[in-house]
């Protein structure tokens, strides 16, 4: 089982460059969420879509758009990227959204901004 | 809105019991979960906790709004950050995590 799978796992990008990081899962999860970690802050969600067709701001959502491509993909975008966006990036996906489902999380993104 | 506190960081030689908290502010009584992150591996579910099977987890209560994970004779192997997020019904109900507690396991 694949799981949740994000691509690319490492990233450099000139400050003003743009990228988008891809996020697929194979669990017929209807909920999916980007979070970016930084040390000392922990997990902070940017962007979350409860259901295909759906996507709503998390708590650090602003230089980020995102796309909820189908059911299985969720796409994050950085349309103008800055340093202070440089972060590990993390996928997740639960079966639903709502309290009391987990989430399986993907490898990761290291995204260093220059 | 809720939030978690953990201990930031735990540094224990190989065959020691450690107990990691999680004590949570909340209006509601949330599902409380566990999550490891071992070094280059994604974040992990370790355990689940509900005012339904709370009984079942050393030492913590939800009513009591503390969670804590209790691991016995750790071994160096166990060296990871440890994320307790919480989900609550009456606000949103994505995760949001704290910084975690980094457990260092020394041989």
């Known amino acids: 089982n694949a799981g949740v799978t994000q691509t690319p796992k490492f990233q450099v990008l000139k400050t003003g460059q743009s990228m988008t990081l891809q996020c697929a899962q194979d669990m017929n999860h209807n909920s999916m969420y980007w979070y970016r970690q930084d040390p000392g802050m922990g997990l902070r969600l940017i962007y979350y879509s409860a259901s295909e067709g759906t996507t709503d701001k998390g708590e650090v959502p602003n230089g980020y758009n995102v796309s909820r491509l189908n059911k299985r993909e969720f796409s994050l975008r950085l349309e103008s990227a800055a340093p202070s966006q440089t972060s590990v990036y993390f996928c997740?996906?639960?079966?639903?959204?709502?309290?009391?489902?987990?989430?399986?999380f993907g490898s990761g993104t290291r995204l260093t901004v220059v | 809105s809720n939030s978690v506190k953990q201990t930031g960081q735990i540094t224990v030689s190989e065959g020691a019991s450690v107990t990691m908290n999680c004590t949570y502010t909340?209006?509601?009584?949330?599902?409380l979960f566990w999550y490891v992150e071992y070094p280059s591996k994604p974040l992990q579910l370790l355990q689940r906790?509900?005012?339904?099977?709370s009984k079942n987890f050393g030492g913590g209560n939800i009513k009591d709004k503390n969670s804590p994970i209790v691991k016995y004779s750790v071994q160096v192997s166990d060296s990871a950050v440890y994320y307790c997020?919480?989900?609550?019904?009456?606000?949103?109900?994505?995760?949001?995590f704290g910084a975690g507690t980094r457990l260092t396991v020394k041989p």
């Open positions: 997740a996906s639960s079966e639903a959204y709502g309290q009391g489902y987990g989430y399986t």
């Open positions: 906790e509900t005012m339904e099977n």
């Open positions: 909340s209006t509601g009584y949330p599902t």
């Open positions: 997020p919480s989900t609550c019904f009456y606000n949103n109900n994505d995760m949001r």
